[in-house]
């Protein structure tokens, strides 16, 4: 009997058990209990359901209607580690909303109504790795705002109303890698405003309205910025500029095109081992590469009569090859910068056998001796070492400690093992071009901790091992252009949270599907580029990154545009679909970027037709479509197209009769600044038909 009635204590006990379990999870939302996740997205809640269950560890209320979050929004879910608040019409967070979330480390605000950021707004939230804050209203960010953020490493801003950033407004974000605070209406900042920013990696700035149009100096010495691309310094007043002791390894001949009286250029103590001709500054006097690893080879020879040409004063000296070392740029002639085969720079004597043969005595400064493999070159100076086309089989051994851009392209490895650069955890820089490598084993660049760019481009690879990229905390722009890759390396790319750019071109990728790349594996992901693979299609879900911005789909063979697909990426602002098979351009083909895409290129795409409404929801963002090379007699309705400055309709068999009237009329209406570059010539050619543009 006392059994009988044990056990059906234990039934009901169970029973009542189950019930209350799945009373805890909201009758609007959706729970796992396994993941410890729930979502409630879009059911028009005006207020955090209290019945959540204590133990959530990731909250979904994207799509609500939340307006306030009242203090102690959250006290019953303390072991939030994940919450998402996107458009939820939020215009005011209380004092004490978040006061019980020590665990979060992610909070996503973005698409609210935000306009005031107070001093209490984010207290309680001591573990907060990541803040987005985009597409708010925000017009002030009252100091003391940040102060309990101590773990911050990236807070979003951008697409704001911010105007001013005053002095100590991040105070707090000890921590802090990435601040990013484009397209706001910023034209002033205090002196102090990033104050205390010490780890600070990235700053992104653009679009605002700040003046420094009347600037004649700027200083930006010693910050480790590693490329400079083009048109990055748009100063017309500009004289003097200071890019001393940074990380520079590349620099656009663009990157100073909008400075055009420049005199004054320091470029010491960088990375860069060539440089081309600078095109823009047209009063420069004075270019200093002093420090650098410049190679004075057949490759300078148009630096070097640029030089000449202009009357600069050009200092530094040559890094290499040994019969150049340490020679003055400027007493270098174009007849000594030539590139020997490889046998003759085998065969060549070094400096070491010349003077050990009683050669002459060189006037170079005695190198200092450094440790270094064999048949390699390592300058502990500039913190170089390469090994280029020497025919080696293995990575080679024993580089000095301090190197940061390593040089093995042109050899013969075909397969990297685990862990093949030991004690290399400096490099920022490696190159691994034209190797011959068909495999990567798991865990081969384990211990490069610092590692920023890696160049595998121009290899045998068929596939990656979802490992073969473990140990790369910071790996930002990866070169796998000219492989064999018939699929993107979703799995593979999944330990680089930071990366940035993606080089796909020329392997043999056939179809884009989801899965393959998502916003959860490259959250960061910023520029992708698919050119010349196999691409027939890219099915919806393929392309699921919320911050990419750059996509080159051209040189394949899509039949259309991928409309679906580009639902997935909202921040697009440069497509290219040129040299594909497109005949057809259907209605609205743009519409899910047409909020923020600027450029449009589907040049040689044997288009036949573009319907009437195939620009449908592009409009004043758009600033340069290019149809060139293809079959169009009519064009699509341009009129919204407010905001373009370039146009390129040459090479098509336009018909010159009304249908051409409103585009005759529209760029009427174009003022000098906004000219259509149809031509060299402000002028605008229609196949017979020429109208010129007045200005």
Same mark, same amino acid.
């Given at each position: ?18 019930? &209350?379990?799945?009373?805890? @999870? ?13 979502? @409630? ?8 359901? !209290? ?7 990731? +909250? ?10 009242? $203090? ?9 580690? /994940? ?18 979330? =020590? ?37 002030? %960010?009252?100091?003391?705002? #940040? ?38 209406? +910023? ?6 405003? #990033?104050? =205390? ?12 309205? +700040? *003046?420094?149009?009347?600037? &004649? ?36 001949? *663009? ?13 010491? /103590? ?18 200093? +590469? ?5 190679? @004075? ?6 630096? $070097? ?41 085998? &065969? ?68 990297? !093992? ?65 492989? $064999?890759?018939? *699929? ?25 599907? !989801? ?77 899910? %970027? ?38 169009? *007699? ?27 009237? !409103? ?28 109208? &010129?543009?007045?200005?």
């Amino acid at each position: 009997m006392f059994f009988c009635t044990a056990t059906f204590l234990l039934l009901v006990s169970a029973q009542s058990l189950l019930l &209350t379990e799945a009373g805890k @999870c909201p009758r609007v939302c959706s729970c796992d209990g396994t993941k410890l996740t729930v979502s @409630c997205i879009g059911k028009n809640l005006t207020a955090v359901p !209290p019945s959540i269950d204590e133990i959530t560890v990731k +909250l979904d209320l994207r799509n609500n209607n939340l307006q306030v979050l009242p $203090r102690g929004a959250f006290i019953h879910t303390p072991y939030l580690t /994940h919450l998402n608040l996107q458009r939820c019409n939020i215009a005011k967070v209380k004092e004490g909303a978040f006061r019980t979330l =020590g665990r979060v480390v992610s909070l996503n605000l973005a698409y609210n109504k935000i306009d005031i950021l107070y001093q209490e707004s984010f207290d309680g939230l001591s573990s907060l790795k990541e803040l987005h804050l985009d597409y708010n209203r925000i017009e002030e %960010v009252q100091p003391g705002a #940040f102060t309990q953020l101590g773990f911050l490493n990236m807070l979003a801003l951008t697409y704001n109303q911010l105007v001013y950033i005053p002095n100590m407004a991040f105070q707090g974000l000890q921590n802090i890698k990435w601040l990013r605070l484009s397209h706001n209406s +910023l034209n002033n900042l205090a002196p102090e405003a #990033f104050a =205390g920013l010490f780890t600070l990696g990235r700053l992104s700035l653009d679009h605002n309205e +700040l *003046q420094l149009s009347a600037v &004649t100096r700027l200083d930006m010495s010693y910050n480790p910025m590693t490329y400079l691309g083009e048109e990055s310094v748009s100063m017309p007043k500009l004289t003097h500029l200071y890019l001393d002791h940074m990380s520079l390894q590349d620099l656009s001949d *663009q990157a100073l095109s909008h400075a055009p009286l420049l005199s004054h250029l320091d470029l010491s /103590h960088n990375q860069l081992r060539y440089l081309e001709p600078l095109t823009g500054p047209k009063e420069l006097k004075s270019l200093n +590469l002093t420090g650098n690893p410049i190679y @004075c080879n057949c490759y300078l020879r148009p630096l $070097r009569q640029w030089v000449s040409a202009g009357g600069l004063k050009l200092m530094g000296a040559c890094a290499g090859p040994p019969h150049l070392s340490d020679e003055p740029l400027q007493s270098v002639t174009p007849l000594d910068l030539r590139c020997r085969s490889r046998e003759e720079a085998l &065969t060549e004597p070094s400096e070491e056998d010349s003077e050990s043969t009683g050669g002459a005595v060189t006037t170079a400064k005695p190198k200092q001796k450094v440790k270094c493999p064999d048949k390699c070159d390592c300058d502990i100076e500039a913190q170089h070492a390469t090994c280029e086309g020497q025919g080696h089989t293995k990575i080679p051994r024993g580089f000095p400690a301090k190197t940061q851009l390593l040089d093995l392209r042109s050899n013969h490895f075909h397969y990297l !093992p685990a862990k093949m650069f030991p004690g290399l955890s400096q490099v920022v820089s490696l190159h691994l071009e034209l190797c011959k490598i068909h495999e990567i084993e798991r865990g081969a660049f384990q211990g490069m901790k610092q590692l920023f760019y890696l160049y595998l481009s121009d290899n045998d690879l068929t596939s990656l091992d979802p490992a073969a990229f473990a140990g790369l905390p910071e790996l930002t722009y990866l070169h796998l252009e000219g492989n $064999r890759l018939t *699929q993107l390396p979703g799995a593979a790319l999944a330990p680089l949270s930071n990366l940035f750019v993606l080089h796909l071109e020329r392997n043999v990728i056939s179809k884009l599907e !989801p899965a393959g790349l998502t916003s959860s594996v490259t959250p960061k992901l910023r520029e992708l580029y698919l050119t010349n693979n196999t691409l027939t299609a890219v099915t919806k879900g393929a392309l699921d990154f919320a911050f990419l911005g750059i996509l080159h789909l051209d040189s394949n063979q899509l039949t259309e545009v991928p409309t679906q697909a580009l639902s997935d990426v909202p921040n697009l602002e440069e497509l290219n679909l040129s040299h594909n098979l497109i005949r057809l351009v259907e209605p609205r083909a743009f519409q899910p %970027v047409s909020q923020q895409l600027k450029r449009l290129y589907m040049e040689h795409a044997g288009m036949e037709k573009m319907s009437r409404e195939a620009l449908v929801g592009l409009g004043a963002e758009l600033r340069a479509l290019s149809v060139r090379g293809n079959r169009l *007699q009519v064009l699509p309705d341009l009129s919204p197209l407010s905001g373009l400055e370039v146009i390129d309709l040459q090479d098509n068999p336009l018909l010159c009769d009304c249908a051409l009237l !409103p585009l005759y009329r529209s760029v009427q209406g174009y003022n000098d600044i906004k000219v259509f570059k149809l031509l060299s010539s402000k002028q605008l050619e229609i196949h017979s038909l020429q109208v &010129t543009i007045n200005t």
